[in-house]
């Protein structure tokens, strides 16, 4: 089973604008919407985006998702030093019966 | 407010079983499709398997199909995963996670809980 590939850590200053990049094939992303967590240490992971770019209720609109093709990416702009955490795409591939394949994560450093 | 509550996680060796439990309520259980999701210590998110509303659509990890079994009573609220034939590389923190679809597997995890640790020795 294929996997989504992100880069293993992003960081970025207060303020700044940070994007972290997810990419794969046709069967998951090229196909189906992607989706994305952030993860703090110790704690369960919360969904960020829903839908390739959709909020849900209660996440700042400084997080915004977009997806292109078989790529898609999480910017986080006006960086805060409570966004440092633990960030995962993730999408349904329709290869074989058909899964869910995560990215390995990105951590994200507020310096 | 929507709980969701693993069990059944523990010590056990390699080769024996385990029964993983997850406790819902706050939400209409049988209007949603659920998933479990696991993380080995200091590893990222593996999704292992996943469920539909009616458990007509069922799904698995290639690194766990043919050993473990997913199921759900929707009288109960509960969802299930049943673990046969464990090894050391499943020792991992398992999340149960409710979908925001209930017929297909497709959409995002809403709703996490905070994961029952399964340790397996060799």
């Known amino acids: 089973q294929s996997v989504l590939t992100q880069p293993p850590s992003a960081s970025g200053t207060p303020g700044q604008r940070v994007t972290i990049s997810c990419s794969a094939s046709s069967s998951n992303i090229g196909r189906n919407y992607v989706f994305w967590y952030q993860q703090f240490p110790g704690t369960a992971p919360k969904l960020l985006i829903y839908e390739n770019n959709q909020r849900p209720s209660g996440v700042p609109d400084r997080f915004s998702g977009s997806k292109s093709g078989t790529s898609a990416s999480l910017a986080i702009s006006g960086l805060r030093s409570e966004d440092e955490a633990d960030y995962y795409c993730?999408?349904?591939?329709?290869?074989?019966?058909?899964?869910?394949?995560f990215g390995g994560g990105t951590k994200l450093t507020v310096l | 407010e929507v709980q969701l509550v693993e069990s059944g996680g523990g010590l056990v060796q390699s080769g024996r079983s385990l029964r993983l439990s997850c406790a819902t309520s706050?939400?209409?259980?049988?209007?949603?499709?659920m998933h479990w999701v696991r993380q080995a210590p200091g590893k990222g998110l593996e999704w292992v398997s996943g469920i539909n509303w009616n458990s007509d659509i069922v799904a698995y990890a290639d690194s766990v199909k043919g050993r473990f079994t997913i199921s759900r009573d929707n009288a109960t609220n509960s969802l299930y995963l049943q673990m046969n034939s464990l090894r050391p590389e499943d020792t991992a923190l398992y999340y149960c996670a409710k979908d925001v679809n209930g017929w297909d597997l497709k959409g995002g995890l809403d709703y996490w809980g905070q994961g029952t640790l399964v340790t397996v020795s060799s």
């Open positions: 993730a999408a349904w591939d329709d290869s074989l019966s058909g899964y869910v394949v």
């Open positions: 706050g939400f209409t259980f049988d209007n949603y499709a």
